[in-house]
């Protein structure tokens, strides 16, 4: 089918106020042009956009934060006689793809924004009725098997059957910017990619384990970010990479063994704030759940995060592994975190489940905890 044009739509965009929805708009524009070679028009929570490439527009918008669905369209005057001669060509087009036949129960779905001189319910009624003479096919306005929407904005009327669901969010870099931990895991990804959804520009930050992990570990790690990537037309996704081995070392060395996986995650968080605070970020995104790992029990999350300055967001917090695998099947990383890339040797055999900040303190002055910190900092690329 030949589309004049697509029509795509955004949700609680609409309910901020005219002089930051106008924002919001002109960003979600830019990240749409960006994606795409496109012209765009923007009117009363619509967005009007005519692509070069149908296909790739499609393909696009299903990734681009701030749109909750789009319709690809075909547009005539808002008139019964050029309504009706290309809602009889659309209805061919239909027939021809096979999605409506003498036996399809179907409904018309009519808005109309303006003054008219018809009403909503006229207009459905007789763009019905156009579809009944040309194939009488039932109506069925409670469980159609096909639905036809009208929408008629002052001399032009926009026909479409599709409603394509988008990501929805708010448009990304309309929020500032995050340093987000990102390992080859299923969790982290997620995290990070419902951050983006609410608007935020993301620093990758990933830490490289060797010898304690494989190079496998890494590798998947650049297929998740290239993943993510995809979602973030219009604005740019950094990533840097930490030497964390020795820090790791150090830690199994100078310090308890059951304490590693807290002074890891403690260690990985006083990073990723001083890289906050060198890149001008506004916080931390991780993905943490409570009780999932040993070292996300209450205690040690209280114990990983003490005397950190920057925010930190976890937005897996409450949820079950189920709700977290079902996100990340979804946007494309759980295949990928599924690779085996032979997990972390570091990891202690009984590790710590409930520290306490003053022993996590003393195990930190044990190890040289700052000079340790600041040697793995440098190491960032």
Do not use: W
């Not at 299903?62 to 809602?87: C, M, Q, R, W």
Request: charged residues 25%; hydrophobic residues 40%; contains cysteine.
């Amino acid at each position: 089918m030949e589309h004049s044009l697509i029509i795509a739509r955004y949700g609680e965009i609409g309910l901020k106020s005219p002089r930051v929805r106008s924002r919001f708009e002109r960003k979600l524009s830019s990240n749409i042009k960006t994606s795409f070679n496109c012209e765009i028009d923007i009117n009363q929570a619509r967005i009007f956009i005519f692509p070069e490439n149908f296909d790739e527009a499609i393909a696009k918008l299903a990734k681009i934060f701030g749109i909750v669905s789009f319709s690809p369209a075909i547009s005539t005057h808002s008139n019964y006689e050029d309504i009706e001669k290309t809602l009889n060509n659309y209805v061919d087009e239909l027939i021809e793809e096979g999605l409506i036949d003498s036996n399809t129960k179907f409904a018309i779905r009519c808005r109309r924004v303006g003054k008219h001189d018809f009403s909503s319910q006229e207009l459905a009624a007789f763009a019905g009725s156009v579809v009944v003479k040309k194939l009488g096919c039932p109506v069925d306005l409670s469980n159609p098997q096909l639905e036809i929407f009208l929408e008629v904005r002052e001399d032009e009327a926009y026909i479409f059957h599709e409603k394509i669901k988008g990501p929805g969010g708010l448009p990304l870099g309309t929020q500032g910017k995050l340093i987000s931990l990102i390992s080859s895991g299923i969790d982290s990804p997620v995290a990070t990619y419902l951050m983006m959804k609410r608007g935020c520009e993301i620093i990758a930050l990933h830490f490289d384990n060797e010898p304690f992990t494989k190079p496998k570990s890494r590798e998947n790690f650049e297929l998740i970010v290239d993943k993510l990537k995809s979602y973030s037309s219009g604005v740019s996704f950094k990533t840097k990479i930490v030497k964390y081995g020795d820090y790791l070392q150090k830690s199994k060395e100078d310090a308890p063994e059951k304490m590693t996986c807290i002074l890891c995650k403690s260690g990985m968080y006083k990073i990723a704030e001083l890289l906050a605070i060198d890149m001008k970020a506004l916080g931390v995104v991780d993905g943490s759940s409570v009780g999932q790992v040993a070292s996300q029990t209450l205690p040690n999350i209280l114990a990983t995060r003490e005397n950190i300055s920057v925010p930190i967001l976890s937005p897996l917090i409450g949820m079950d592994k189920v709700e977290i695998e079902k996100i990340a099947k979804e946007i494309g990383t759980f295949d990928i975190s599924k690779i085996n890339d032979g997990g972390c040797s570091a990891v202690p055999r009984y590790p710590e489940t409930k520290a306490d900040v003053s022993r996590v303190k003393v195990a930190k002055e044990d190890m040289d905890y700052g000079m340790e910190i600041k040697k793995a900092f440098n190491t960032i690329k």
